[in-house]
């Protein structure tokens, strides 16, 4: 069985080890860059022997690449573990939220048209509970204040 490795052809014949090691990203040296800081020679030497044998590449594991909204969301090990692998782009965590509200489709559920229509016609208040964070992962500050159908 052949496989084809890389973007110019090269092929192996053989088994392919696909490795992603989680939260271990290709970065320049320096006080952020923990595989740098702990200097381990073993692994850096498999890198230095994959890349001279062409058989070593990056891949995107952050951003539009696995579905987020941009490339300055911090993303995380399940972004990674939804996406890698899937042969596209798809929309997930808050990204998959905005899109919906953006839609008018999170507010055309039943549950959503149940619960405020209920609080509505009782007059009362609707408590939202769950994540608050700016880091557009599982959720964002923004999708409980602001309605991207009225800008």
């Avoid at 271990?24 to 006080?31: H, L, N, Q, S, V």
């Avoid at 149940?114 to 923004?142: C, E, M, W």
Wanted: hydrophobic content about 35%.
């Amino acid at each position: 069985m052949s496989f084809i490795l890389n973007k110019n052809g090269f092929k192996r014949d053989g088994p392919v080890v696909f490795v992603v090691i989680d939260g271990c990203g290709e970065a320049p040296a320096g006080k952020g860059n923990g595989v740098e800081l702990a200097d381990p020679k073993y692994y850096k030497g498999l890198i230095e022997s994959a890349k001279a044998k062409h058989l070593h590449t990056l891949i995107k594991a952050h951003g539009p690449a696995v579905g987020l909204p941009s490339n300055s969301d911090m993303g995380n090990s399940e972004v990674g573990h939804n996406a890698l692998g899937c042969g596209q782009i798809y929309s997930q965590g808050a990204k998959l939220v905005n899109e919906s509200l953006e839609t008018g489709e999170f507010f055309a559920t039943e549950k959503w048209a149940s619960t405020v229509g209920a609080a509505a016609k009782d007059g009362k208040a609707v408590h939202f509970f769950g994540l608050l964070s700016d880091g557009n992962v599982h959720s964002h500050i923004n999708q409980l204040f602001n309605d991207p159908r009225s800008s």
